[in-house]
């Protein structure tokens, strides 16, 4: 099974720019639909953004559509997450996650695989 270890998160402030990066090991990175979550204080887990297997698909929730992108690299085993014009309610623990599904589904039905996830915090 595949293993997911984000990197990239950190304290910025708003308006600034940070990059996620998701390195994949255990599998090939093609096999799967990849995508980022976060998770707020107090908050429920939330879909962010999602990839298909050769990168052409890219799906986004509304709150972050036109400030974050979604990219990957299958020769390196890497997805991102380019983050801009942070606001201080971005600020969430993100995580990386991986799935057999689609990459349109896959903020409805969930992934299989998961990050550990890293803190980014946007102070205002």
């Known amino acids: 099974q595949v293993q997911l270890v984000e990197s990239g998160g950190g304290l910025v402030q708003a308006g600034d720019s940070l990059r996620l990066s998701c390195a994949a090991s255990g599998d090939t990175l093609n096999n799967y639909a990849m995508g980022w979550f976060r998770q707020a204080p107090g908050k429920e887990r939330e879909f962010v953004s999602s990839i298909s297997r050769s990168g052409i698909s890219t799906y986004y929730a509304d709150s972050v559509k036109g400030r974050f992108t979604i990219s990957r690299d299958n020769a390196k085993n890497t997805v991102y997450l380019q983050m801009n014009s942070l606001k201080p309610e971005d600020t969430a623990v993100y995580y990386c996650?991986?799935?057999?599904?689609?990459?349109?589904?896959?903020?409805?039905?969930?992934?299989?695989?998961w990050g550990k996830g890293t803190l980014v915090t946007v102070s205002s």
């Open positions: 996650a991986a799935s057999f599904t689609t990459a349109q589904a896959m903020g409805a039905r969930g992934p299989e695989y």
